[in-house]
């Protein structure tokens, strides 16, 4: 069995002697142009010319969650797509997202300007009931967020394409329940994929619904916000801010206003990183049992999008 690895923005070598350490009866190697055809490929950001030659594929696995980069290539028709699912990802997006939330809830920012004064002051203590947090996406990582902020005992709401019914967690589904959802949270969370569907979803008309005072986290993908009327909702007081860890053209441009913005909190797409035993030995796993015959969990629906 071969084994292509494609990759940008990765150090090749890790990743090669992990895959051959956890597949000895494969033969691993980087892609080059003209390389000969392999069975499976692991992926990241690979340019076009690497599915143009690589037609045999019975699978590509693409080293994150996120698939949008490479549904813009013509993939070869019998390949399959396989994402990413958890791998580790999901409990530092918890992490990230709660992170984010709590510093907002509590104040820390005004706390951290008063310490740093010298000043030992109070704020009054927020009301948790009066902070609904509302999740967009509920697949892998939106569960085990929902999960994560439910154990802070906000109240916990989630969106999703489909219909979910989760523990603690008020479900809302598709567009006829998208203003519901918008209008009974106070902060928002986005971890849907880019799709037709979803991309600039984060605009005026829908983040002006959110309670007001409300707080936006993105961790998503950039392109679901639109940027200006972000600012506009910061600026006219309706959004009090916002913690954004993906943007539009990233590395984020120097000029961009984000960057000085005293409401926006940033972090250079970083909130759940890939890591690398986790998914070798997922992507190992699929592999052999796609060998055997068996199906896998994480096969892209390309017509859906994600
Ligand atoms: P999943 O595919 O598991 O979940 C996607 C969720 O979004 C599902 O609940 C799905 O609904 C919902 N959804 C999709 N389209 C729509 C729509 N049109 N309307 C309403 N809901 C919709 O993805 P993951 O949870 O694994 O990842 C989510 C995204 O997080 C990734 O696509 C990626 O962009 C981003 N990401 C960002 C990272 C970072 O470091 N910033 C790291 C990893 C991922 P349904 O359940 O009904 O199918
Ligand atoms: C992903 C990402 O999609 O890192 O996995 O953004």
């Not at 940008?8 to 033969?27: K, N």
């Not at 690979?46 to 080293?63: G, S």
Request: proline share 5%; charged share 20%; net charge neutral.
């Amino acid at each position: 069995m071969r084994i292509s690895f494609c990759c940008v923005d990765s150090r090749p070598e890790p990743w090669l002697d992990g895959l051959r350490a956890t597949l000895p009866q494969a033969e691993v190697s980087l892609w080059a142009s003209g390389a000969p055809q392999a069975d499976y490929a692991v992926v990241w950001a690979p340019p076009q010319q690497f599915f143009d030659e690589q037609t045999r594929l019975k699978a590509a696995f693409n080293i994150g969650a996120g698939v949008d980069a490479l549904l813009k290539l013509r993939l070869p028709p019998h390949t399959a797509l396989v994402r990413l699912e958890d791998a580790g990802m999901s409990v530092q997006m918890a992490e990230y997202v709660c992170h984010a939330l709590i510093r907002h809830f509590r104040e820390f920012d005004a706390y951290e300007t008063d310490t740093r004064e010298g000043r030992w002051s109070f704020r009054k203590p927020r009301v948790r009931a009066d902070w609904p947090v509302g999740i967009m996406g509920l697949g892998v990582l939106g569960k085990r967020v929902a999960k994560a902020v439910a154990a802070f005992e906000f109240p916990v709401m989630g969106w999703s394409r489909s219909q979910h019914a989760i523990e603690g967690v008020r479900c809302f589904a598709g567009g006829a329940q998208l203003i519901d959802f918008l209008s009974a949270s106070k902060v928002l969370v986005c971890l849907l994929p880019l799709t037709s569907d979803t991309c600039d979803i984060l605009n005026r008309r829908n983040l002006s619904q959110l309670q007001a005072g409300g707080y936006l986290i993105n961790v998503a993908r950039g392109a679901h916000l639109v940027d200006d009327d972000l600012l506009q909702l910061l600026d006219s007081g309706h959004l009090a801010g916002a913690t954004l860890d993906v943007f539009r053209s990233e590395p984020l441009p120097a000029e961009h206003p984000f960057w000085r913005h005293s409401k926006i909190m940033l972090t250079p797409h970083t909130s759940a990183r890939t890591l690398r035993e986790e998914t070798i030995a997922q992507i190992a796993g699929k592999i052999l049992a796609l060998e055997r015959g068996q199906s896998i969990r994480g096969v892209v629906d390309v017509g859906r999008g994600y």
